[in-house]
């Protein structure tokens, strides 16, 4: 509305002028003062770690859509006013659910908001933060950082900005005792190579480091610590939010993540070896291991019978990703036998149960998978249709309850698997692998990983 009337009045003034300068070239009209359009700047980063997707909502509307955990938009550029946002999370099935607000704010011309929603929705902490500061120029040559620090499951911690390499043993942090949903000023320092280590307070144990960071001139980031969902020890990762979004800044150590499953029906029990080195030995068919951590890049995984060693019947180079979690199968028969690499998503949702189904069973085929509220799929269409060896469903998000699961060869309805009933927790992970019986063939089963118990 504002726009459309500083238009109208700009308009009228002009004809207003032409009018006089028919009649008198000598007068001169000048048109009234037009107040300058100011806007205002803000930006969201969802730093909830068990909650949902989410929208964020303007004035009623979806401005942002389908914002997952550890993202963030970069600044959005508004008239300044008032208006009405809210955070409005995605729940199984595609419904929503209003969790933050909408709360009315006063956004002012030439500031930049940085709106974080925090805490967790399992305890009810889960809330907006909002940082604000003037949007204005910094010194030349110079970088300029704002700490938050935003994981729950972290204590007040010490932060340490120094040269690469430096020993902090001596040195008092540059910030110390930050508790959760604590934040720093503006720190403007000089461009060029840090390192920046957290400690419990008190502590000079590193529980996260990253490493070199090289900072050109104009740097502009807000570093907030989250809780790491992916892999490594660290119980936080950093997230350096700038004017255009976020990236993540992972602890040096964190690395990949691979477990070990057995799924091979006919093979005997089986030593794993990674880079020439025996991590695992007797692994029995169905069994998992537990997670291994290993370094990102290139390693080579072998699979060796255990009454055989050195006789690899598996040998795969494998790179893996930073950050990355990992399930290495072992699958087929022996006379086939094969490696199937899948990455795994750890990250549990407060609102919802997630599921997910491989299949592993040479004698199966392609199937069906019927995922139903009862025992009778007669009149159900399957959830996923032709599902091949080797291939997986990826986590499903479903409401909490009973479920029962069903897998058939492919246009039939006759179970090769189940009808398995399923008692489904929010805020769980649920893995079921299809494989074969021991030695090959009927009657089908499952392995099951992660969080998921049967009796």
């Not at 005792?177 to 390192?195: C, H, M, R, T």
């Not at 199968?329 to 750890?346: F, Q, S, Y």
Request: aromatic content about 6%; glycine content about 8%; proline content about 7%.
């Amino acid at each position: 509305m504002k726009r459309i009337t500083q238009a109208l009045l700009l308009s009228l003034s002009a004809v207003f002028l032409v009018a006089c300068d028919d009649d008198d070239d000598d007068i001169v009209v000048t048109p009234p003062p037009v107040n300058p359009v100011t806007n205002t700047y803000v930006r969201v980063l969802h730093a909830s770690p068990d909650a949902p997707m989410v929208n964020i909502t303007v004035d009623g509307a979806n401005a942002l859509e389908m914002v997952d955990y550890m993202d963030a938009s970069g600044f959005l550029e508004l008239e300044a006013g008032m208006y009405s946002i809210g955070v409005d999370a995605i729940l199984p099935g595609g419904d929503t659910t209003t969790v933050i607000g909408p709360a009315d704010l006063d956004l002012s011309g030439d500031i930049e908001y940085s709106v974080v929603a925090l805490g967790k929705v399992a305890d009810g902490t889960l809330e907006p933060l909002i940082l604000m500061r003037d949007k204005a120029e910094f010194g030349a040559g110079n970088i300029q950082l704002q700490v938050l620090h935003a994981s729950p499951d972290a204590p007040a911690v010490d932060i340490y900005l120094t040269e690469p390499m430096a020993d902090i043993s001596m040195m008092e942090p540059a910030l110390a005792a930050v508790p959760f949903k604590g934040f720093s000023d503006l720190i403007e320092v000089a461009a060029g190579d840090y390192q920046v280590r957290v400690t419990p307070t008190g502590d000079k144990t590193v529980v996260f480091d990253t490493g070199g960071l090289s900072l050109p001139a104009g740097t502009d980031l807000t570093l907030v610590a989250v809780n790491n969902t992916l892999t490594g020890e660290s119980p936080i990762n950093v997230m350096a939010w700038a004017a255009d979004g976020a990236s993540i800044i992972a602890d040096v150590n964190a690395g990949s993540e691979v477990r070990v499953v057995h799924a091979s029906p006919d093979a005997p029990p089986v030593n794993i070896v990674v880079d020439g080195d025996t991590v695992l030995m007797d692994v029995p068919y169905t069994a998992a291991s537990g997670y291994l951590g290993l370094t990102a890049g290139d390693h080579n995984i072998q699979v060796e019978p255990s009454s055989n060693p050195g006789m690899a019947v598996i040998d795969a180079d494998v790179t893996l990703e930073a950050l990355t979690a990992y399930t290495v199968l072992a699958i087929n028969n022996v006379a086939e036998i094969a490696p199937w690499i899948v990455m795994d998503e750890r990250r549990r949702i407060a609102t919802a149960a997630q599921l997910r189904l491989l299949h592993a069973s040479p004698a199966a085929g392609n199937v069906d998978i019927y995922v139903t509220a009862d025992m009778d799929i007669s009149d159900d269409m399957p959830a996923f249709t032709d599902v091949p060896i080797m291939a997986e469903t990826g986590l499903v998000q479903l409401a909490a309850g009973t479920y029962y699961v069903t897998v058939t060869p492919t246009g039939t309805t006759e179970p090769a698997i189940g009808p398995l009933m399923l008692e489904l927790e929010a805020n769980m992970i649920y893995t079921a692998i299809a494989r074969d019986m021991m030695g090959g063939g009927g009657p089908l089963g499952v392995i099951v990983l992660d969080d998921f118990l049967m009796e």
